[in-house]
């Protein structure tokens, strides 16, 4: 799997769009991007994930760039339950990914100010 | 559906104590994860089962054991537990085809004294 880059913490107010970026500049052409997020104390939970489009779903939006070296998370509206770790991990799709489990970075911590 | 549930909670045990930490999920899924999650750092893979009767090496299995008799239960067990295991661990299913959407339980935290 293809190594990620995320900034250790950031900060967003309250009800402002937080953007968390992260790098991984040496992905393969069929890895896709997964996104994850641990409240503290809790178990990670599953955001989004995208391959090369746009994605949004009700939690977030996933915006990848056209070389896909880089991505962004959108948290559009940021509330305080939105302070967490978030997690980028880069993995080959189902059609060629093994069972093998997900490899977790120390991801960015979140703080939403209020 | 409860989804992935994990017991105990909470527990600490001694030096050269033995436990098994359950996991169980009600999703029908195959594939089975167990990870360990040190402080300040990401979760680190232990074992994993694609299905009963199946299993196989993570990253950090040493110390650990697992079994996979049914779909549903994916118990860890430690054997003669030594205070590098102090840990959170984190229990985790999905389903064997369709994309990386792994479902966790709420975690159980081990400290060894």
């Known amino acids: 799997d293809a190594k990620t880059t995320q900034p250790p913490s950031m900060d967003c107010a309250e009800g402002r769009a937080a953007n968390l970026p992260c790098n991984h500049s040496?992905?393969?052409?069929?890895?896709?991007v997964y996104w994850y997020r641990q409240i503290h104390s809790q178990g990670p939970q599953y955001i989004i994930h995208?391959?090369?489009n746009n994605e949004t779903n009700e939690m977030a939006s996933l915006i990848i760039t056209e070389d896909r070296k880089s991505s962004t998370l959108i948290l559009p509206h940021a509330t305080l339950r939105d302070t967490a770790v978030y997690y980028c991990?880069?993995?080959?799709?189902?059609?060629?990914?093994?069972?093998?489990?997900?490899?977790f970075g120390k991801g960015t911590h979140l703080i939403i100010q209020p | 559906n409860a989804g992935v549930t994990q017991t105990p909670k909470f527990r600490i045990l001694k030096i050269g104590q033995s436990m098994t930490l359950q996991c169980t999920q009600d999703?029908?899924?195959?594939?089975m994860y167990w990870y360990r999650q040190d402080p300040g750092m990401g979760l680190k893979l232990i074992y994993y089962?694609?299905?009963?009767?199946?299993?196989d090496k993570g990253e950090v299995p040493n110390g650990y054991n697992v079994s996979r008799s049914t779909t549903e239960d994916f118990p860890l067990r430690l054997e003669l537990a030594a205070p590098s295991q102090t840990s959170v661990y984190f229990c985790?299913?999905?389903?064997?085809?369709?994309?990386?959407?792994?479902?966790f339980g709420p975690g159980t935290r081990l400290l060894v004294l």
């Open positions: 985790a299913s999905r389903r064997q085809t369709g994309f990386e959407t792994q479902y």
């Open positions: 040496t992905i393969s052409g069929n890895e896709y």
């Open positions: 995208g391959l090369k």
């Open positions: 991990i880069v993995r080959v799709g189902d059609s060629g990914g093994g069972a093998d489990g997900l490899t």
């Open positions: 999703m029908n899924h195959n594939y």
């Open positions: 089962s694609v299905g009963a009767g199946i299993t």
